[in-house]
């Protein structure tokens, strides 16, 4: 392999390498380069059996408890992880118990494989800011606030965030990551959620209808501490396993909630072909984005109470299709010369 095809091979490397994944919203970097492609649903969802995901579109009922495998909405195997280290305390159980709570009402963990190395600074950055804050009585939380602004200023570096369809450069990009694993975590609290935002595009770390997007100063994540004691968020990242855990702990137990999904509508991804003079080496086509479907999900919470099952709905969520995004040589077929 010559000197240029190695250089070419290095490069197609590096650009995979910053688009695999499907990330969350920093601070939108501007300019015309779109930088697209995202890992299909290979993420993975934290423990606690508490997720249902029906396919109405394509028929079925699928459980996604934690260590078992499912079908996701495309049809593609899913592996689910085991907790984090399931032998040792619950996240923040010392800390806790200094605040005076001996309840974890939820915790939920999430990976960042996908991450690049300066994203994954981000969400470990997320993970060190979250751990320890307490919510009182009737306060409110924003996410923004205690985290933001996303900046380099702040701690914050370059990572990649959706815009529309596309993935793009993001400083401060994965901090999503925090806001959609500390969402998942709050659902199973009956805390109440003020304000969140989804993706545009699905994530590969947690189901369609289950995640949360920020950007400063127009994107916030809030939730309202309704209880008449105060709430603590701990939170951890586990660097060998690329895992982010989200606890939050109360001074009373938390009612018995499941988190339940339905798939409305799937959309499949389009393919964009560009014919150019020579593709990358000696290759005739060459992959800059594999593509990803889109979903609707309407998604709600089912509440053991006293009185029987209450069930409260969560709304519905729509998540575009990415397109898969070809480089093809003049002359190929499709490409005339």
């Known amino acids: ?44 969802l934290g423990h606690a059996p508490s997720v249902t995901l029906v396919d109405t579109a394509g028929g079925g009922a699928k459980a996604a408890d934690a260590g078992h495998e499912r079908r996701d909405i495309t049809g593609d195997r899913l592996k689910l992880p085991h907790p984090v280290n399931p032998a040792l305390p619950p996240v923040g159980q010392a800390l806790a118990k ?32 979250l751990n320890g804050i307490v919510v009182g009585p009737g ?34 990009g994965g901090v999503c990551q925090g806001a959609s694993t500390l969402y998942s975590a709050l659902l199973r609290t009956g805390l109440q959620i003020v304000e969140r935002h989804p993706h545009s595009l699905t994530v590969p770390y947690l189901p369609p209808g289950e ?15 309704n209880r008449d004691t105060p709430v603590l968020i701990a939170a951890q990242t586990d660097p060998s396993k690329r895992y982010l855990t989200v606890a939050v702990w109360g001074q009373t137990k938390a009612p018995n909630i499941t988190v339940h999904h339905e798939v409305l ?23 800059l984005a594999p593509g990803q479907p889109g979903v609707k999900v309407r998604s709600w919470l089912e509440t053991e109470t006293p009185a029987g099952m209450q069930r409260k709905s969560l709304g519905t969520d729509t998540y575009k299709a990415s397109p898969r995004i070809l480089d093809v040589a003049r002359g190929t077929r499709g490409c005339a010369s």
């Open 265 to 287: 509508a799937k959309y499949p991804y389009r393919v964009v072909k560009r014919c150019v003079a020579q593709a990358h080496a000696e290759e005739r086509v060459v992959v």
């Open 98 to 129: 200094a605040h005076g709570m001996k309840y974890l009402l939820a915790q939920r963990t999430t990976d960042y494989n996908h991450a690049s190395l300066s994203q994954t600074k981000n969400i470990e950055l997320v993970g060190r800011r």
């Open 139 to 172: 306060e409110t939380f924003s996410y923004a606030k205690h985290l933001g602004p996303y900046t380099a200023e702040n701690g914050y570096h370059w990572g990649r965030a959706f815009s529309g369809d596309r993935i793009v450069p993001s400083m401060g």
């Open 211 to 225: 995640d949360a997007t920020v950007a400063y100063g127009y994107l916030d994540f809030k939730f309202r501490n």
């Open 1 to 44: 392999m010559n000197r240029r095809a190695g250089t070419i091979r290095l490069y197609r490397w590096l650009v995979a390498a910053l688009c695999l994944g499907t990330l969350c919203t920093g601070t939108a970097a501007t300019g015309r380069t779109a930088w697209a492609g995202t890992g299909v649903h290979t993420g993975r």
